[in-house]
């Protein structure tokens, strides 16, 4: 008897669904697909300081004589904090800069890095 006969009579037809696993040309499609938008949801990383800046840093402090852990001291930074930055690995912080420039009395953000900063007198 086939099931719809057995429906017709009113028998009662128990049916299990399969489920396929599906041939093998489409079992990667998912993780392909899976891949390519994890990719494209990637945030970039942080950018870091320029080179210039850190050469800057660099030539300021020697320029006082200063060694990077007597100026990590001056601005109230870690040691390691003058060393990234002056090797280019540090991400910026402008709060950093601006200690620093502070203490170079050398700009360290924007067009003219490297320049004497302009002191303006309290009157």
């Known amino acids: 008897m086939s099931v719809p006969a057995a429906r017709r009579s009113g028998a009662v037809v128990g049916t299990d669904k399969k489920l396929s696993v599906g041939n093998k040309a489409h079992q990667?499609?998912?993780?392909?697909?899976i891949a390519k938008?994890?990719?494209?949801?990637?945030v970039a990383?942080?950018?870091?300081?320029?080179?210039?800046?850190?050469?800057?840093?660099q030539d300021g402090r020697t320029a006082l004589k200063l060694s990077?852990?007597?100026?990590?001291?001056?601005?109230?930074?870690k040691p390691s904090v003058i060393q990234d930055y002056e090797s280019g690995k540090a991400i910026p912080n402008p709060q950093v800069?601006?200690?620093?420039?502070?203490?170079?009395?050398?700009?360290?953000?924007?067009?003219?890095?490297?320049?004497?900063?302009?002191?303006?007198?309290?009157?």
């Open 97 to 123: 800069l601006g200690k620093l420039e502070r203490v170079l009395g050398i700009k360290l953000r924007g067009s003219d890095i490297g320049k004497k900063l302009e002191t303006v007198k309290k009157s």
């Open 45 to 57: 990383p942080p950018p870091k300081i320029a080179p210039s800046v850190g050469r800057a840093i």
């Open 68 to 77: 990077q852990k007597d100026l990590a001291q001056k601005v109230n930074e």
């Open 37 to 42: 938008l994890d990719r494209e949801n990637e």
């Open 28 to 33: 990667g499609t998912d993780h392909q697909r």
